[in-house]
């Protein structure tokens, strides 16, 4: 499992059970889960912020603080936080030039989330500051014409100052030297993220998805 630690106020949005887990979508299926054992991809914060009067949910990964951000939730949405997790994830991670040995790796490492409220001070003052950052770099655009890819992309790319250490963390480098770090080969990778080994002239658009609601 994947562990998420929600503010108060993103919790009480999120339709999960006395175990923190949320409905297995009907559109999207499940994403796999090994039971007793966390995936090492696991220890996100997350928060729910306002703005433009529009939800929106940024996650920080708790030892590198790369981010992610879900613009513009609609209600039926937060039941579906897991596929939108995966979804801003794995597009981040390709704004962010990962490779795709690396993108296969957290295929192979995605699981279910787990919801819960316990925080971690120095992780949720990162957390907040990329909140505010990010509501002023949507100043001048709308943030229901935006999926957040490259907002997120452009947090991780700066340096993050946390109390118990002396150096800065750079996010993107660091999560992604953590995903070097992982094995090629884990858990049955996830159908929905991982795909077929291709020639290198050819291309798939598997990967790619459009939304007519959304874009950038």
């Not at 994830?89 to 040995?101: D, F, I, W």
């Not at 819960?116 to 992780?123: A, E, F, L």
């Not at 709308?142 to 946390?162: H, S, T």
Request: hydrophobic share 40%.
């Amino acid at each position: 499992m994947i562990e998420i630690h929600c503010t108060k106020k993103l919790l009480a949005r999120l339709p999960v059970d006395e175990q923190g887990n949320l409905p297995v979508s009907k559109t999207h299926g499940a994403l796999p889960t090994v039971p007793g054992q966390l995936s090492p991809l696991s220890g996100w914060h997350a928060n729910l912020l306002t703005i433009q009067r529009r939800n929106c949910v940024m996650f920080v990964h708790d030892t590198t603080r790369f981010p992610l951000f879900i613009a513009s939730l609609k209600k039926p949405d937060f039941a579906n936080l897991e596929y939108w997790f995966e979804d801003a994830l794995m597009n981040t991670l390709m704004k962010c030039g990962a490779t795709a040995l690396q993108l296969k790796k957290v295929g192979h490492a995605l699981q279910r989330l787990k919801m819960d409220s316990q925080t971690d001070r120095s992780v949720q003052g990162s957390l907040n500051q990329m909140g505010q950052d990010a509501g002023f770099m949507l100043e001048d655009c709308k943030v229901d014409e935006i999926l957040g890819y490259g907002l997120a992309a452009n947090l991780a790319q700066r340096p993050c100052m946390i109390k118990s250490g002396k150096d800065a963390l750079w996010p993107e480098r660091d999560f992604l030297a953590l995903l070097e770090s992982l094995p090629e080969q884990g858990a049955a990778p996830n159908p929905r993220t991982v795909q077929p080994t291709l020639p290198e002239n050819v291309t798939s658009m598997a990967g790619f998805r459009y939304r007519k609601d959304r874009y950038h």
